[in-house]
């Protein structure tokens, strides 16, 4: 299974509403699909798991959906802190996958 | 607060054996509910899951890199440790130590990392 992950930039203000799309290239299960974000020189952190459920503590402003084996992560107002690189990741056939990233930069 | 901090050498020559170790501090490593992961990222690419162990020793490895990559677990200093032989420049990446979940906290099976370190740069040159 390939995570391809959409666009690979956003140009975006404090404030604004944004969606990051993955795409898997074949069947997967939901129940095993997760989000991350990565601010830089920090370690990874759970946002999403099984393609909707907020991780503990992770605001209400981050969400998750699915049609199929497309995959999105919203988040309703950016805030400053908000501004990393995302990645889907889905365990599938004893293997965890991530996708290439998508970096939410300042405009 | 659960931590993991990854320690090892930042730089090996080609050819040499990279070993990293991943202190788990604040959780228990002999829990059943969880496996422990190395995971690594390219510089300027995305991540790459390397493999994981159990507490009892069960592992599996991403089979790119099956033959090369050794796991282990101390459960007695609650640390885990990779190894990887032969390295070559394609090997220079950020090292990554996470704790994988097997449940959520309703009960329901999850494959995803929960906590990780922040990781530690090894480069391979000569």
């Known amino acids: 299974i390939v995570l391809t992950q959409s666009p690979g930039t956003l140009s975006l203000s404090p404030g604004e509403r944004t969606t990051l799309f993955c795409r898997a290239s074949?069947?997967?299960?939901?129940?095993?699909l997760a989000w991350y974000q990565h601010r830089p020189g920090q370690a990874p952190r759970l946002l999403i798991y099984g393609a909707s459920s907020r991780a503990t503590g992770i605001p209400d402003r981050f969400s998750g959906s699915e049609s199929g084996t497309d995959f999105s992560l919203t988040i309703s107002r950016l805030e400053p802190e908000d501004f990393a690189v995302y990645y889907c990741q889905v365990y599938h056939s004893a293997i965890w996958t991530f996708g290439q990233g998508t970096k939410v930069e300042i405009k | 607060q659960v931590q993991l901090q990854e320690s090892g050498p930042g730089l090996v020559k080609p050819s040499q054996t990279l070993s990293l170790t991943c202190i788990v501090s604040n959780a228990s490593i002999t829990s059943g509910h969880y496996f422990w992961h190395w995971i690594r990222q390219h510089p300027g690419k995305g991540l790459e899951w390397i493999g994981y162990i159990y507490y009892n020793g069960n592992l599996y490895y991403n089979p790119s890199l099956s033959g090369r990559v050794t796991l282990s677990i101390d459960t007695s200093k609650s640390h885990f440790s990779l190894t990887l032989s032969s390295v070559t420049a394609a090997d220079t990446a950020i090292y990554y130590c996470?704790?994988?979940?097997?449940?959520?906290?309703?009960?329901?099976?999850?494959?995803?990392?929960?906590?990780w370190g922040r990781g530690t740069m090894v480069t391979v040159s000569s």
């Open positions: 074949g069947p997967v299960d939901s129940t095993f």
């Open positions: 996470a704790r994988g979940r097997y449940y959520d906290d309703s009960g329901y099976i999850v494959r995803d990392f929960d906590y």
